[in-house]
């Protein structure tokens, strides 16, 4: 799941000035489907709520910043509870709450929230990242690519972004071909776009260059060089200490 704050997932980067690389590169999370018992579903007239994208408001920006705080120490249950304020949420609310609840493994309702997100900004990047995210948390690599593929950029660093989480996807489907057109224009722009081509350099054995490329990537962006692009490179086979 993503928050675009250097590595806090779900986040508007307009929030807290942050880079791209962070919570949503979690590019095979493979573990299996878990729902919680008794689910409730979103009604029509809920998601009817989110309506056109709007301003946040005050409160709702320091509901936010307070939800990080609780997420980045793990607790996700004070998180939602924060979250779960007001009659209307805002999309970026309701892509925090689906970062939360993907957390607790409740992911059916996790997705409904990025649904009930575009249900208000149907440009919302995060939004519709995260759902491919959850295609990957269930190692469905086809779909996800469906998910990404289908993404937007709104910015050359989403673009990146979006890149590397192809190219990570291609490898694991022994597609090497496809892998390399996703590499970004050298030198890339962003953390993510160098992680693209560590995982590339990884892929061809060679260690010396993809350590070094890692390297430039962490002095070049060390806000964006955060711990879950490191997982997503740990859980791509790609040595990052």
């Not at 320091?62 to 120490?73: G, N, T, V, W």
Request: charged share 25%; with cysteine.
């Amino acid at each position: 799941m993503r928050i675009p704050k250097s590595s806090r997932r779900h986040w508007p980067r307009e929030l807290f000035l942050s880079p791209v690389v962070g919570f949503g590169l979690l590019a095979s999370v493979l573990i299996p489907g878990i729902e919680p018992e008794g689910a409730i579903p979103i009604s029509a007239s809920a998601r009817s709520a989110a309506t056109d994208p709007r301003p946040l408001l005050p409160e709702e920006t320091e509901a936010l910043q307070k939800a990080c705080a609780e997420f980045e120490r793990g607790n996700y249950t004070d998180c939602l509870k924060i979250l779960e304020t007001g009659s209307a949420p805002h999309p970026e609310i309701l892509n925090m709450r689906g970062a939360v609840l993907s957390e607790l493994g409740r992911k059916k309702e996790a997705a409904a929230m990025f649904e009930w997100a575009l249900d208000g900004d149907p440009a919302h990047f995060w939004a519709r990242y995260n759902l491919a995210e959850l295609a990957l948390m269930d190692g469905n690599l086809a779909l996800a690519r469906k998910h990404f593929v289908g993404i937007t950029p709104q910015d050359p660093a989403q673009k990146e972004l979006l890149a590397l989480k192809l190219l990570l996807i291609d490898l694991r489907s022994d597609d090497e071909a496809s892998a390399r057109r996703q590499l970004p224009e050298w030198p890339p722009i962003s953390a993510a776009g160098y992680a693209a081509y560590a995982a590339m350099s990884h892929h061809e054995g060679n260690e010396p260059q993809c350590a070094a490329i890692l390297a430039e990537a962490r002095r070049l962006h060390p806000d964006e060089w955060g711990i879950f692009l490191k997982k997503t490179l740990k859980e791509s086979g790609v040595p990052v200490d």
